[in-house]
Structure formats: structure tokens, C-alpha cells
């Protein structure tokens, strides 16, 4: 078992930045890639980006050049740094965590990051 849990949301103007957390514990070891999706009011979830242990990193293209991906694996945390965010980044974002063999997929409660006009 693998718990996530995500902070950093919050409210931010236009423009403004923010840097989301996941902390994982647990089963750690079996976690083969940790992604971040987020979920707009209305909207389905989408994949945002996500980090595999062998380093490979991938963004959604809406958010390439502004978002980074980054892990502390000292401390089990996965970071999201949001920078030049936008109305339409406003969502609950969620981390994930799944191993190599389709037995892991563990979520996060979410936090919420509101993008003011």
C-alpha cells in the first residue's frame, strides 16, 4: 500500500505561481512512475505530467514550459512547480502513484489551486 498526500494549493492571481507537494509512505519501493492529473470543475481528469524512476518526464502540452516535475526521493516527495498560471489551470490536482505491473494505483485527497483573472 502506498499513501499520497498532496498540498501547496491555494489562490493565486494570474500570473503567479505555486508549488504543489505529494508526500508518499508506505510501499514506496514498488512505485514505478507518480504522476499529477487535475480535474476542473466539469470537466474529466487529465493527466498533467509524471516522473518515472528512470527519470523520464512527460507534460500535457498546455502546461509544457510552464510546469516542472521534480522528485526528493530523500524525502519521498514529489513536487509540482506551477509558474505563469493561468484561469484555466484552476482544479483539484491530484498525485498518483502506480507501480510497473498494474497492482499499484494510489491516490491522493487533492488539493485545490484557484487562478484569479
Known amino acids: 500500500q502506498v499513501q499520497l498526500v498532496e498540498s501547496g494549493g491555494g489562490l493565486v492571481q494570474t500570473g503567479g505561481s505555486l508549488r504543489l507537494s505529494c508526500a508518499a509512505s508506505g510501499s514506496i519501493l514498488s512505485i514505478f512512475v507518480i504522476e499529477w492529473h487535475r480535474q476542473a470543475p466539469g470537466k474529466r481528469r487529465e493527466l498533467v505530467a509524471r516522473s518515472y524512476n528512470g527519470g523520464h518526464i512527460d507534460y500535457v502540452d498546455s502546461v509544457k514550459g510552464r510546469f516542472a516535475i521534480s522528485r526528493d526521493n530523500a524525502e519521498n516527495t514529489v513536487f509540482l512547480q506551477m509558474n505563469s498560471l493561468e484561469p484555466e489551470d484552476t482544479a483539484v490536482y491530484y498525485c498518483?502513484?502506480?507501480?510497473?505491473?498494474?497492482?499499484?494505483?494510489?491516490w491522493g485527497q487533492g488539493t485545490l489551486v484557484t487562478v484569479s483573472s
Open positions: 498518483n502513484a502506480r507501480d510497473a505491473y498494474g497492482t499499484l494505483d494510489a
